[in-house]
T-cell receptor, first 112, second 113 residues
Framework: DAKTTQPPSMDCAEGRAANLPCNHS???????VYWYRQIHSQGPQYIIH???NNETNEMASLIITEDRKSSTLILPHATLRDTAVYYC?????????????FGKGTSLLVTP | GAVVSQHPSRVICKSGTSVKIECRSL??????MFWYRQFPKQSLMLMAT?????????EQGVEKDKFLINHASLTLSTLTVTSAHPEDSSFYIC?????????FGSGTRLTVV
């Protein structure tokens, strides 16, 4: 699976939008962009995923550039509970059963 | 949504003993499950992939005789750490895959003393 690059850490004020970038310049045509987060000492939690169109759900929005070489996860109104490590992961079609390979992620700190 | 239950959440065992960790998919059938290990301040590292009814596939460097994986049904996979040593102390996490994607358990904190 192709590699992703994320900033190691970011800060965000509570109530503001948190925009987490991810570069994946070698993404393949059949690879999805997945976002998970891990709150300390818990299992990863699914946030959102997409192939090429922008996606939105109750947790976040995912913006994928037209060339698919980068994406941005947007938490529209960050709360203290959003403090976590956020992972951007590439994986082939979810029906394939391939494991998700985690990089180092971005440690997001939401401050009061 | 899909739920994966992992048990126990934390366990302390003596060096040389074995520990079994269970991973159950509660509301779906998981043909494939994954086991990860996470050391402090590090990311999750894939240990093995298990498919129901067949032998697990281990990642390079993971001792298959030490980390026994059994995936006997579509809802249960177990990881047994045999002859545990202090260096096996870690956070172990399972993940189940179905047609909708990947769901993770809450993790097991293993401490070997």
């Amino acid at each position: 699976d192709a590699k992703t690059t994320q900033p190691p850490s970011m800060d965000c004020a509570e109530g503001r939008a948190a925009n987490l970038p991810c570069n994946h310049s070698t993404i393949s045509g059949n690879e999805y962009v997945y976002w998970y987060r891990q709150i300390h000492s818990q299992g990863p939690q699914y946030i959102i995923h997409g192939l090429k169109n922008n996606e939105t759900n109750e947790m976040a929005s995912l913006i994928i550039t037209e060339d698919r070489k980068s994406s941005t996860l947007i938490l529209p109104h960050a709360t203290l509970r959003d403090t976590a490590v956020y992972y951007c992961i590439l994986s082939r079609n979810s029906n394939s059963g391939y494991a998700l390979n985690f990089g180092k992620g971005t440690s997001l700190l939401v401050t009061p | 949504g899909a739920v994966v239950s992992q048990h126990p959440s934390r366990v302390i065992c003596k060096s040389g003993t074995s520990v079994k960790i269970e991973c159950r998919s509660l509301d779906f059938q998981a043909t494939t499950m994954f086991w990860y290990r996470q050391f402090p301040k590090q990311s999750l590292m894939l240990m093995a992939t298990s498919n129901e009814g067949s032998k697990a596939t281990y990642e390079q460097g993971v001792e298959k005789d030490k980390f026994l994986i059994n995936h006997a049904s579509l809802t249960l996979s177990t990881l047994t750490v045999t002859s545990a040593h202090p260096e096996d102390s870690s956070f172990y996490i399972c993940s189940a895959h179905d047609s909708y994607g990947y769901t993770f358990g809450s993790g097991t904190r293993l401490t070997v003393v």
